[in-house]
């Protein structure tokens, strides 16, 4: 980063139609997930939304896009192949970062018509991948890619629950190898962005939603310090600063980016970061876009400068 990198956050697009799904593709939780598509997601989450955020974000310049998951309602297969090719059209694999979200891996699901078809846009750099293990094929997480002096780090947190709940999880061989690439990425002065479906403080969304083993990343992040978390899940705004022992830093969630707004705080907005360096460590600009019924556009609700200094500062 040699002057600032400027990101969007978007999140919970779920932008897939179930129009045509097979009656036999819905057995189990996939039939509860169906009718809660037909009787309310459908109508939230409007076609006319994501039109209207790609074009705004075509007029912004902007260094990536990061995605923090639920791209589908059920994980269908024709919903990944669906979420794919609105990937292609905002952008390339380099210049866009997914992380799956609870919707995403509904039930168990086959990798290879699932999470598969997304790989390129979730996938490390090429080389940062393992840091002190061996690998099996289809672990991605925790993802790690350096974009100038940002390291954009990824977690999943998407597992399939049973009905009703809409819990995450990171599981210890993730929060171990986290533990490692927070410390590398922490002693090279990278500006550390973590990026995860469910967000990681208690109380933020009800028990049945909740990051089950939040309490582990938390202590963990306290202890290594970062400088940003982002997160979606919630479909409405929060922010919470955080503090460890080696300094506070935030832990920022955006709406779905996609939907109407059943609810005021439900409509779709999105963030735009700006990163600078400073003398005391960063100053990052957070710009909140919000979607305006009437003019069916998005346009600037908001403007904020936080200083965030560098762990140990
Ligand atoms: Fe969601
Ligand atoms: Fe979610």
Redesign the pocket.
Known sequence: MNSSFRFAHIS?LHLTSLEDVKVSDLVNKRALGYLSWRLRRRREHAPEVLTALLRDLRQLTLDHIVIT??LTHIGLPSEFQQARQWLETLGTPTDVTVVP???DAYVQAEWDNTFALWTPYMASDPGLRTITEQWSDHEFFPSVRVRGRAALIGLTSACPTAPFL?TGSLGPTQLRRLDEILDQTGRQGLFRILLI?HPPVAGTVKWRKRLTDGSALSGLLARHGVEMVLH??AHRPSVVHYSGARGSFPVIGVPSSSALGSKPDHRARYHVYEVCPSPAGWTVRISVRGYALRDRCFFGEDQRDMAVPCPGN
């Open positions: 919970d998951g639920d979200g609870n919707h809409a479906h979606g899940h």
